[in-house]
């Protein structure tokens, strides 16, 4: 039992949902500083769609010191369900930030030579956690006074990077020498860099795809469909006391992101085992180990998050790109220089997307190193495994 | 609209969720016979899980003629949401059974050759179908008069071979020059050949995995899941007059599997297309054309299908080898020749799982060829494009 709950407890509960602990072996190589959550707000938001949004909050911190020309600044944006977190802790116990091996003093992107920015996305997925500041549909509507719920309007990763933008604006930033984030981050950086090519210098998606296909899209439609099956979710009008939240739905939903982004490695030590006291052969009822530890977990996160937020969050990866005619017509924008780091053995946004987006960015003349992660986590080693690009990190801010 | 109704129709609507007229290019060789479907009834069977079923009925249908020895004998055995109807028509405005294309006079399966035997497996997906006879959760429970429901024993792909060996031995079969079967059927031939070692000459498992591993047998639970949370589903008791069927959770497992079992090929037509009057870049209710298509296949199939059998089948898969103490002392059993034939772009049992089938093979000297099938369906290739290997089972077959 102690074995499966710590791996459950390391890798699990925690990372793609949600900040993480670093893993045994990949200890920060310098110690994790307390870092102050800020919120950045602006009126007025008209959104990529043509809504318009009467005030815009987003939570934020930074690391580091922007220099006089505003050109030092590195952008981290974050996966599906995390926050900006990405380094340093909250509080004296709280986890270290998802990247926070990567990001500090004297680490790969180093916060004595760098200002490092990351904040919370748009219909950010932990809506109701007090470190999270978020405009989406659990944000009251004020014209109304109630949460917006589904008729929040949707938002597209673009919209994502326009909120980043005006927030790098406020802080004086003029250009950014890194745009850098695993799975959605590394979507939103690819955006960046053909929204901003003149902003950008380099670019680093990890565990990213170029394109979000039909098939792809299809599959994060799937990741949502729980939620809308459940009755408790009321076409997302379950806000508000006395009322009980999708729970169920949310946690189906947090069980396929899950599985999704891990590798079979992760799976192993499970082994088909029977959840305990149960007999799976004999009894329908009866379930195995990695069912109900699956379970267990998901079902704790989604108390953590906000169902509505994951339904405008799949939308918001589903128009990835969608005001470019196709991927080489975006890319043929950027004026920066990358660093892909693939993981191989994803099973979210397998070999082939990551070697199209190699191969994309070849075709539109853009220097392009790529880096593969390995190890038994999948997808997530572009979260948990990270500093295995520390070198290569550190080998792209110095060129 | 006429594209897309098509695609459905010839590639979504049919095949994995049922039985499938060739593509086009892929018409059969000969022409496609009319074929008596039958049934096999036999009492008071012990499932291998220790549960007593007092009777258990099975649909088949045979092709050609046994010799004297009972040795020209061929087993098909079915896909996780078929039936027996692999060859032939059960009427003639039916479709041809789902590998007809290498089954019948002449082909490659040729039954002036070989006696060929194909059956419904217990826990059918398709109980409801009348050209379907199966026993499972849908069956009266004899000692109560009503549907078993949730009460019926889990049951494993060891259960269903034991049930096509009671009906092989009814008709003087002796042994198999053939057991053959693609995705769920190849787990049935690979537990054949290690359950009756000394009956089965040659086993051919298509786009088939000789391992259900944590990871995998998770997924079957995620595809299930949306069943349960159906409260239409009542804990599996459902079934009578004025009962609604849990259709909403069903029609979402079928989407899962039905994306699952294909290629990004096959979703490229869809290309990120808006349904018909929607805009998801702006209204979240809003969906795309594939999500809408998918929705309305599976939502169709679900009707045609029960819920608790497909809880039940995941289990049985889930099950598979389960007696064994792994691939290898299951492999080390068998006497027979196999021929693999994975599909390059499966996305269900990937590529890796084919290769390790392969490896566990040769360490079990085991005579073993494979030829991989290629196209846009992924996993369904060896279902709709089996007509591809038709040389290399004719070379399999002579030898």
Tied chains: 1, 2.
Excluded: C
């Excluded at 007025?44 to 220099?67: I, K």
């Excluded at 944006?77 to 500090?104: E, K, L, M, R």
């Excluded at 589904?150 to 250009?175: C, N, T, W, Y």
Aim: no cysteine; charged share 20%; net charge neutral.
């Amino acid at each position: 039992m102690t074995t499966r709950r710590s791996l459950l407890a390391t890798s699990l509960a925690a990372p793609l949902l949600a900040s993480l602990a670093p893993r045994p072996g990949q200890a920060q190589t310098a110690a994790t500083a307390l870092v102050e959550r800020r919120e950045y707000a602006f009126q007025a938001y008209q959104t990529r769609g043509g809504a318009t949004l009467p005030a815009v909050r987003t939570g934020y911190q930074t690391a580091g010191t922007l220099n006089g020309a505003g050109d030092n600044a590195v952008l981290i944006t974050h996966f599906f369900s995390g926050n900006g977190q990405a380094f340093g802790q909250v509080a004296a116990n709280a986890a270290p930030g998802w990247w926070d091996s990567i990001i500090g003093p004297g680490k790969p992107i180093d916060t004595d030579r760098f200002f490092v920015v990351a904040s919370d996305s748009m219909v950010n997925l932990n809506a109701p956690d007090r470190w999270t500041v978020t405009t989406g549909p659990a944000s009251t509507n004020p014209s109304t006074g109630r949460p917006w719920g589904m008729s929040f309007p949707a938002v597209s990763i673009r919209d994502f990077v326009e909120v980043q933008k005006r927030l790098l604006d406020s802080l004086g930033v003029k250009r950014l020498a890194l745009v850098a984030g695993p799975s959605m981050g590394a979507l939103q950086a690819i955006e960046w860099a053909a929204a901003y090519p003149e902003m950008v210098e380099r670019v680093m998606p990890a565990i990213g795809t170029g394109e979000m296909d039909a098939w792809l899209s299809g599959w994060l439609d799937l990741w949502a469909a729980p939620i809308r099956l459940d009755p408790a979710w009321r076409g997302g009008d379950y806000y508000g006391q006395g009322r009980e939240a999708p729970l169920r739905g949310l946690t189906e939903a947090l069980k396929l992101v899950t599985l999704h982004s891990r590798d079979r490695g992760w799976a192993a030590p499970f082994n088909r085992r029977a959840a305990e006291g149960q007999d799976p052969a004999k009894r329908l009822q009866d379930r195995f180990a990695l069912d109900t530890a699956l379970e267990a977990a998901a079902s704790a996160r989604a108390r953590q998050s906000d169902a509505n937020s994951f339904l405008y969050l799949v939308r918001a990866n589903q128009l990835f790109l969608n005001e470019y005619d196709g991927l080489d017509a975006a890319l043929s924008r950027s004026q920066a220089r990358w660093l892909l780091l693939p993981s191989q053995g994803d099973r979210l946004f397998t070999g082939d997307y990551a070697a199209e987006l190699l191969a994309a960015l070849r075709r539109a003349g853009r220097p392009v190193a790529e880096q593969r992660l390995t190890g038994e986590q999948g997808h997530l080693e572009g979260v948990t495994g990270i500093a295995q690009a520390g070198e290569a990190i550190r080998g792209f801010l110095a060129g």
